[in-house]
């Protein structure tokens, strides 16, 4: 018998036919004589809808009152999906955050969990015989004023309910059945992957691929707490997520991820001396504007161009900072380029193979698509395109990787 | 400086620009220099859209479960509440049913408050000048479960925290101005009501005018606390509910009082024995069916004639505890009636005045509407007449007794 963590989205929990479809996908994994914990999160479009509410009230509203209009979106679902559990049957009891003691700091609308203090009132309820159904997203301070844990914030509970109940598995169920090597939508033969480190899930999260809030990541990575990325619609296996070590065979590449979201700037003729670029991206990160690749060309005649790429929704906030920063720096001028794209090539296997950035560059050359920038890290290479070339650049690379169906099937 | 709980009822509350006028009107009573707390009802219809949600789920809903669902309601009301307040600028701070530690008992759906634990935690964000926003109509068990008081249960709430806190007031923000001493709907010069015994209160309520949950006004009898029902819209004065002993000037009547919703069943030529009467009410009690007015003829060749009023809507499931009875006690046959009304008399001047009785049934027979059933208590007469007269029956008893703006201004 194993103790298996199910967390469902807000896309699953919609409409009452969505739930009741949720609640027999439960009862599924019930049947096999597992226990089960359940963490959802708010219905459908509720959050959004209570935050426009809000808005309606107030240009600026208070944090802590916030945090205690949205919890209640992953209350309506923790009661919903219980009820829905115990008219056909089974022993269910919702909880909300701050039933079971999910201690986070004070940070509202974004509070860090602390720890799990009525993990007891768990245990006890399963050892009962109950399927508890928790509220995901949500915590409690020592204080008891109701936190929320940032968006994607249902997928930490879940992580952490499973660390600290010690949970075989920590399945997402989804609309999709588990992580592909590419967007199925762009690239036709994208295969589901299997097995993923963590380290590789969040290099392909952080761009297009959002299966899993980051965070949620990393907390079961600290923790070792293995994650299942799984179809809401189907039984398959999806895509397991686990720590390096323990994935017997390592591919080389495991995916290949794209974003459209960024916006590309150059600062042309920039001063070349000691602790400019320190004094440029201290200022971006006061105005709260996050900062992703960056490149410095070689210096000429004593300036240089630093380029970099930003979130396309802060191109009117950098505006406002560059200007600033030009009144103290004096660099000629800045180009904004909001027609890029990036894609991303991701593997664990990178660490040990050489060759990957020129096969990747290769890939994208023969069928002349330009590369306008490039970053890499241990397990990732990602590069800048003409935003038009985006969905090309993604196919060329995978088929350059051999990740399709067909690729794999030829290789058994 | 004066300490104010003010209850706003889910009217009050259905859309943002309603929840901004809420806002005002509690910021003015702030600005004289009271202390508030303020007890919310869920917004408009959500509580009624949150049933039929879960009656989608589930033919039978939990009650735990239902509990769980129905107290984001509140809580929705006092998160945007108080952020409305906050941007405004005043310091508020909103509070959950279990934050304030409404103690209750078990019964879900409709619990009794045992005591509210929390009450200090109210005394001290007071005492740092916030105004405090509770979410009425919800308590907590001693095991941390969600229990609902019933409805109406956020009066109840009002009226408990004014007791606990000593208020000075506690009132109720409606629509209309104040209780009245008939609907000003069908009675063209109906008068407000400066003052009312909390008894008066619960005779006047338990028929037509519905401004108060009779629990809220028994409660608020037991620990005297002095209610104030008046209006959202304007400042004038209300209606002040309290003890009779500090009402100067005793009316005799206070009101009139009418309903439609009740049906006549009466049950022919019954067998007249000891423990009939007994047997038959304690059938329909066990079906939970509640029972208004009695009514028992003189017994005649061994048989009498019973009547008695309940509710329309419980008519269907009467007509099977009828067979039932029937059965066993070998009636000869029924009659159910719902064409009916019920118009009642209120006033604690009753108990020392006599003919108030004579005066009412004069008032109908002069206008030649027939008289089906009477009943009296200490401070109220009611007679059942047909549906169509009721109208015609309270402006004859109205004006019988005086009770128009006309008739007062002569008076004086």
Not at 252 to 268: D, F, H, P, Q, R
Not at 314 to 329: A, F, Q, T, W
């Amino acid at each position: 018998m194993a103790l298996i963590v199910q967390k469902y989205g807000g896309a699953s929990l919609a409409t009452p036919e969505k739930m009741l479809f949720v609640t027999e996908r439960i009862i599924k994994e019930k049947k096999k004589g597992n226990s089960i914990v359940v963490v959802v999160s708010a219905p459908g479009d509720t959050t959004d809808e209570l935050i426009d509410f809000a808005y309606k009230l107030s240009k600026n509203p208070d944090e802590r009152e916030m945090d205690m209009l949205l919890s209640t979106g992953e209350q309506k679902s923790i009661a919903l999906i219980s009820m829905a559990l115990i008219d056909k049957g089974y022993k269910a009891k919702s909880f909300t955050g701050a039933q079971v003691g999910i201690l986070t700091d004070k940070t509202h609308t974004k509070a860090r969990i602390i720890k799990i203090k009525g993990i007891n009132k768990i245990k006890e309820a399963l050892k009962q015989g109950y399927i508890v159904v928790v509220a995901g997203f949500q915590g409690i301070t020592e204080e008891e004023d109701i936190t929320t844990l940032g968006r994607g914030g249902s997928d930490l509970t879940a992580v952490a309910l499973a660390q600290a109940l010690k949970a075989d598995t920590c399945e997402f169920l989804k609309d999709v059945k588990g992580v592909f090597t590419a967007n199925p939508g762009i690239v036709k033969d994208a295969r589901k992957i299997d097995v993923l480190s963590y380290d590789e899930m969040m290099e392909l999260a952080s761009d297009g691929a959002e299966v899993l809030q980051n965070r949620s990541v990393e907390y079961a990575k600290n923790y070792n707490v293995k994650l299942h990325v799984r179809g809401t619609f189907t039984e398959e296996e999806g895509t397991i997520i686990t720590k390096e070590e323990d994935i017997m065979e390592k591919v080389v590449v495991s995916g290949i991820t794209y974003n459209k979201k960024e916006a590309k700037i150059s600062l042309l003729e920039v001063p070349d001396k000691p602790g400019v670029a320190a004094f440029i991206f201290k200022k971006i990160a006061d105005a709260g504007i996050n900062v992703d690749m960056i490149i410095q060309n070689i210096s000429q005649k004593g300036t240089t161009d630093l380029s970099f790429t930003i979130l396309r929704k802060d191109i009117k906030k950098i505006e406002g900072v560059l200007g600033e920063i030009r009144k103290k720096l004096q660099f000629k001028k800045y180009l904004i380029d909001d027609k890029i794209g990036k894609v991303s090539v991701v593997g664990v296997g990178m660490k040990t193979h050489i060759g990957i950035a020129s096969k990747m560059f290769k890939a994208l050359a023969d069928k002349k698509i330009n590369i306008e920038m490039i970053s890499t890290s241990e397990i990732k290479i990602s590069v800048v395109v003409r935003e038009e070339k985006v969905e090309q650049a993604v196919n060329a690379v995978h088929k350059a990787f051999n990740l399709g169906q067909k690729a794999l099937s030829v290789e058994k």
